[in-house]
């Protein structure tokens, strides 16, 4: 099926490729999760992936991050050609993920939770940290001083000591935000970061979302269901249906475009009709 892809917008084009996705192919099997996928996400975007249940979204996602790999195509970050990543190289290269069900440790405060983010900045020695002392004592304080900033950051100071497991899910998702972001990513994937919330809990992930954009300048690539939210929020839009690219462009763009409305947004007015 060819797609149907707009120009960039004069900003768009005056940054440079951060992420360039060209003929993804991903295989389970007898089952195609994704067909000849391409697109680029340039720094600084707010990139979204949208598409009906089963599209290929989180499998995208994975392959970006190196948690699956393409049975074919290639990835291209910061210029590098990536084959067989592992997650653990693509984190240490400024890649970080948040997960559609939350992954946090329950029973740790809030602060610890974001301190487990910051593990790939030590460089301490084994020793050092054994001891803590000299590096491994320096390390600790930037680290928590950094993490203290991201609490403030994200509203969660009222909550800094308390164990996440008892916090409301919408607090949980900010905790999850913000241990993403202590590891200072550039380019930040949120899987589904509103699902589950409620009206005023979206209200805010949306607003900390375009915050960790513009002050932090991280470039977001963003699965998201509720087709308001990522209307409101992305630069850019690719939409998946069946593993393969159907569209792409700006909100308004895919939101015209016969295709998407089809196969994605006619059903999505008809669920919430
Ligand atoms: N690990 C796996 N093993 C086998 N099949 C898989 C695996 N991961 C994904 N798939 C299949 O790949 C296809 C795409 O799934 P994926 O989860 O990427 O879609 P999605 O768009 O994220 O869906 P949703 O919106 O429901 O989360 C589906 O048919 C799914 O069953």
New binding site residues.
């Given amino acids: 099926m060819v797609a149907t892809v707009s120009d960039l917008t004069p900003r768009e084009q005056a940054s440079e490729v951060l992420l360039k996705v060209e003929n993804v192919e ?1 295989r ?2 007898g ?1 195609r ?2 067909h000849d996928v391409g697109f680029e996400i340039r720094k600084g975007q707010i990139f979204s992936i949208i ?10 996602l ?1 392959c970006i991050n190196g948690f ?1 790999h393409p049975t074919s195509g290639t990835l291209t970050y910061k210029g590098q050609p990536r084959k067989h990543m592992r997650p653990y190289v693509t984190a240490s290269q400024g890649i970080a993920r948040t997960f ?1 069900n939350i992954a946090l440790f329950k029973g740790m405060s809030t602060l610890d939770n974001i301190m487990t983010g910051r593990h790939l900045k030590t460089k301490a020695s084994l020793l050092e940290n054994a001891f803590w002392f000299g590096r491994a004592r320096r390390e600790e304080l930037e680290h928590r001083r950094f993490c203290e900033e991201i609490i403030d950051f994200l509203n969660l100071q009222h909550v800094r000591k308390t164990p996440v497991g008892t916090l409301p899910y919408g607090l949980q998702k900010r905790v999850e935000l913000g241990r993403a972001l202590a590891a200072e990513p550039e380019l930040l994937l949120l899987d ?1 970061p509103m699902a589950g919330m409620n009206l005023e809990e979206k209200q805010d992930m949306a607003r900390f979302i375009l915050d960790v954009n513009d002050e932090y300048g991280t470039t977001i690539c963003l ?1 998201e ?1 509720d087709i308001g939210v990522v209307m409101d929020l992305s630069d850019r839009i690719v939409v ?1 249906d069946h ?1 393969e690219k159907i569209g792409e462009g700006t909100p308004r763009e895919v939101s015209n475009d016969p295709k998407v409305i089809e196969a994605y947004l006619g059903v999505q007015e008809q669920e919430s009709a």
């Fill in positions: 991903l389970f099997g089952v999760a994704l598409g009906p249940n089963g599209a290929g979204k989180s499998s995208m994975n699956y559609q589904e699965i269901h998946l593993g």
